[in-house]
């Protein structure tokens, strides 16, 4: 809901009650992740996902999050890697293949990819779907 109406300060501030609150639960720290992806602040981004990761190092939307981050720092190489641990836990997850098609068409590629803003909208959106409780005004 924040990301459909841009208000990313509101879910920020959101999520970081919520990491206040419970600073084991890995699903808050991929939020923010992504929610920092949605406002291109790539280096925050992958802090947020790999502080998820040092909650559960197996959570599979902070290791997507992290590659997204990490392609978008430049460092596509890392970021295939990553993915491709991701697919290793969970080899059925989806956004997993398609994040490493996304990572494959950018890697070697030095221009950043333009539509980066979208892909995390929209995982948000997927997320708050699945997370109801978060998606409430």
């Known amino acids: ?8 300060q509101e879910a920020s501030a959101a999520i970081e009650e919520a990491i ?3 600073p084991d639960d890995a699903d808050y720290f991929s939020l923010k992740a992504a929610i920092l992806l949605a406002e ?3 280096p925050a981004a992958l802090e947020a996902a790999e502080n998820g990761l ?7 939307n902070c290791v ?16 295939g890697a990553t993915i491709g641990e991701a697919l290793r836990h969970e080899p ?16 070697g590629s030095r221009a950043r990819p333009s539509n ?8 948000i ?11 409430r005004p």
């Not at 059925?92 to 890697?107: E, P, T, Y």
């Not at 980066?116 to 995982?123: F, L």
Request: aromatic fraction near 8%; charged fraction near 25%; include cysteine.
């Open 64 to 79: 997507n999050v992290r590659a997204m981050a990490l392609v978008q720092l430049g460092r596509r190489d890392e970021a």
């Open 125 to 135: 959106r997927s997320w708050n779907g699945r997370n109801a409780a978060l998606s």
């Open 92 to 107: 059925d997850n989806a956004l997993s293949h398609a994040n490493q098609g996304w990572a494959l068409l950018h890697q």
């Open 54 to 60: 040092r909650v559960d190092p197996e959570h599979v």
């Open 116 to 123: 980066i803003s979208a892909r995390p909208c929209a995982w």
């Open 40 to 42: 291109r602040k790539w």
């Open 1 to 8: 809901m924040f990301g459909k109406k841009n208000r990313y």
């Open 20 to 22: 206040r609150l419970d």
